[in-house]
T-cell receptor, first 110, second 113 residues
Framework: SQQGEEDPQALSIQEGENATMNCSYK?????LQWYRQNSGRGLVHLIL?????REKHSGRLRVTLDTSKKSSSLLITASRAADTASYFC??????????FGAGTTVTVRA | DAGVTQSPTHLIKTRGQHVTLRCSPI?????VSWYQQVLGQGPQFIFQYYEKEERGRGNFPDRFSARQFPNYSSELNVNALLLGDSALYLCASSLVRDDYGYTFGSGTRLTVV
């Protein structure tokens, strides 16, 4: 079973627009991480936010974490065609594993 | 610095056969984890090894086994392959710090026919 659930399942936006996706999870966590996957290959680590943090930025990425609601959001600003990919949230509950959601598929139209 | 390397890239096996997948972590990373990703789903945790010891095992049958070598590379073995074992198998290495993410390899695409 999967710990996290991403919403929406799919997202189509115009180049230059912002993309927002959400993640909900069920148990207490040490940190939450976001990964990108292109065309079913390896995952690329984007950003990690610890349970005592509320917001984090990295380049065009902004992540928020609300532990009271057990939810996180990933915002990609000024999207580019190269941002077309699947995005996964993964929770680390300190039990030696990451628990992934089913992912959000983002398509950026030129 | 080389990333996480996995071999082979693709593999086709027949039901009932055995398969061995290999992974070399990033230099300095002592932890290796294995994940299975079925098409259209997120990765599912199989094993984590640290300093050659198994630290975690996911909800997979005993047909799945793994080990880690003194140089921290790892093998995932699957016996008596089933059609449902067809998936992308991902290896990840990490420094095992709660402020450090995982680095994934490009995966091995296993097809069981």
């Amino acid at each position: 079973s999967q710990q996290g659930e991403e919403d929406p399942q799919a997202l189509s936006i115009q180049e230059g627009e912002n993309a927002t996706m959400n993640c909900s999870y069920k148990t207490s966590i040490n940190n939450l991480q976001w990964y990108r996957q292109n065309s079913g290959r390896g995952l690329v680590h984007l950003i990690l936010i610890r349970s005592n943090e509320r917001e984090k930025h990295s380049g065009r990425l902004r992540v928020t974490l609300d532990t009271s609601k057990k939810s996180s959001s990933l915002l990609i600003t000024a999207s580019r065609a190269a941002d077309t990919a699947s995005y996964f949230c993964a929770t680390d509950a300190g039990d030696y594993k990451l628990s992934f959601g089913a992912g959000t598929t983002v398509t950026v139209r030129a | 610095d080389a990333g996480v390397t996995q071999s082979p890239t693709h593999l086709i096996k027949t039901r009932g056969q055995h398969v061995t997948l290999r992974c070399s972590p990033i230099s300095g990373h002592k932890s290796v984890s294995w994940y299975q990703q079925v098409l259209g789903q997120g990765p599912q945790f199989i094993f984590q090894y640290y300093e050659k010891e198994e630290r975690g095992r996911g909800n997979f049958p005993d047909r799945f086994s793994a080990r880690q070598f003194p140089n921290y590379s790892s093998e995932l073995n699957v016996n008596a392959l089933l059609l449902g074992d067809s998936a992308l198998y991902l290896c990840a290495s990490s420094l095992v710090r709660d402020d450090y993410g995982y680095t994934f390899g490009s995966g091995t695409r296993l097809t069981v026919v």
